[in-house]
């Protein structure tokens, strides 16, 4: 495990799309698992400048996410896929068909997390992972339970996440209480994970990169991965 240390957001976000970009310009087809948020934002701003300045372009890449609200489409302004068009997808130069979120209006949600597991595998589940981390401990929609997920599942919200998204929601009523979400299973397969907590979560991201691992509280199986740059 790897901890990088930023003062700033604007200084963490730099770093983490130097280490994206790193991966790009090293393995140009290389498979990308992406987060939304606002931890990654600022991260995506700095490889959207890249690529307009000519320094980084995104041919060959593959994307996937790690998670989509159950009920909303993807034009839809809250869903995860308008967030990452907005943020990414339209500002570079991805392939088309090259980017993937699971489809939180698919009718059946345990056969849509079975084809969204197929497909991470298909693309080799991922060359590096960037995730985010909840004020609960979350990682992807993984809420605190009593056993890891192995693979994509469908998941209900806890009150915590869902009082904490509702600050991009009109009225905590209009926060989705299901998502479909990769598992802890499906995140230990990728070949390396940046952790990138915003400021407000300091606390509980050390904790997850030092503290004890125990089954209740889902991301510190985190540590166990050889390959995990926390920042
Ligand atoms: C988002 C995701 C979530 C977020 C987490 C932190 O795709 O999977 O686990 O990473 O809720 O969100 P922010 O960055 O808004 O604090």
Known sequence: MRILKAEKYEEMSALVAGVIGARVLLQPRCGLVLATGSSPIGTYEKLVEAHRAGRLEFSQVRTVNLDEYCGLSGDNPQSYRYFME???FSQVNLPQGGTHLPNGTAPDMEAEARRYEALVESLGYADLQLRGIGHNGHIG????????????HPVELTESTIQANSRLFDRVEDVPTRAITMGTGTTLKARRILLIPGADKRAIAEKALTGPIPPRVPRPVLPLHRHLTGI
Do not use: I, M, W
């Open 86 to 88: 907005k943020h990414l």
């Open 141 to 152: 929609f993984n809420e605190p339970c009593d056993s890891f997920p192995a693979a994509v």
